[in-house]
């Protein structure tokens, strides 16, 4: 792609990243003034800081000293101790998420771009970018990474540059572990690849699979140094799983939030958007080419079990932000049904305010 080209797709991201990040500070704002009774109406780091932001910060402060650090990936920690050298920790937490953000909005309008068109193209732009669960890409959380890191990778597999777009999707594999699926997009090149032009083609797909999950190894390689299990990656998750709920909660939690009427139950509207993203999913098997859709459908599956298995619905939205193709469908029917526009930005960014305002008041929200 020549310069002129980035140009363009920096242009068309930049409105949308400032706006998206201005209703998150905003909101983020707003939560923690309502939270403190109105005594702090300025911005501090700790406004940001809750969850699982703060066990982020205890491994880029301490390092991996238990099985349950061990849940959480090295390679945003690692890199805010690196950068915090400079800057100073709090603010390197939060540089890297809204910097990588940044990068990977310009990168995902090249990408819908290069399938679609430059309608599409902006219209899923603006749909990432003010999406409501958009605000863990300016947390203290590895969204914004992960997902410059996939993104990334997938546009090296575009023009071609496999050894590179392996190499991107080991970083993913090493800031979460979905990114180790991303195996099976580069099985899926393979696979069309060979159909369309015969063996000699796989090389690079191959190559790149292969080294994917070196991003993995080295947490497990890390993990065996530090409290002496390779797999803690593993168990570590076991010691967040909610126990004793019905198999159906997703679906109670929803009639709840109708019952109680009570539009702030966050963990009610993950079902609701799991099938948003699994309507996403369908729609980008039947459009775009292999890599894509697998990747998708795939990760879409890990995460409705992730939910199910750890028993909480409130984190589903958020992991679904890795599967940034299903922005493809969004706009495409954006642009196909003008009409819902204004009401699909409006809602979204109002929600996106709301979620802002109730991470801020350090209501968990994900």
Known sequence: MTRRGWVSHVAAAALPFATGRALVWLGTELGAFVAQGGVVPHTQPSDFF?????????IWTGGYTNLEKAAFFPLYPYLVR????????QVAALLIPNVAFALALVIFHAEVQSHTDGRRANLATW????????????YPYTEALFLLLVVGSFRLMAVGRWALAGLVAALAAATRFPGVLMVAAFGAEAAQFGRIWGRRKVTGPVLAAV????????????LWRAIGDPLGFWHGQQLWVYYHRSPLFPIGEVVLMFEQQNPFKTESLGLPVLLMFVAGAVWTLRNLPWRYGVFTAVTVLLFAYQGWHLGEYHSVPRYLLADFACFFAFGAFLARYDKLQVPWFAIS??????????YGANHFIG
């Open 82 to 89: 690196w950068v915090g050298q400079v800057t100073g920790d």
């Open 211 to 222: 080294l994917t999950p070196l991003g993995l190894v080295a947490f497990a390689l890390l």
């Open 50 to 58: 809750h969850w699982d932001a703060l066990r982020y910060q205890s």
């Open 349 to 358: 960014a109002s929600l996106l305010v709301v979620e802002a305002a109730l």
């Open 127 to 138: 749909a990432l970018a003010i999406w409501p669960w958009s605000v863990f890409f300016s």
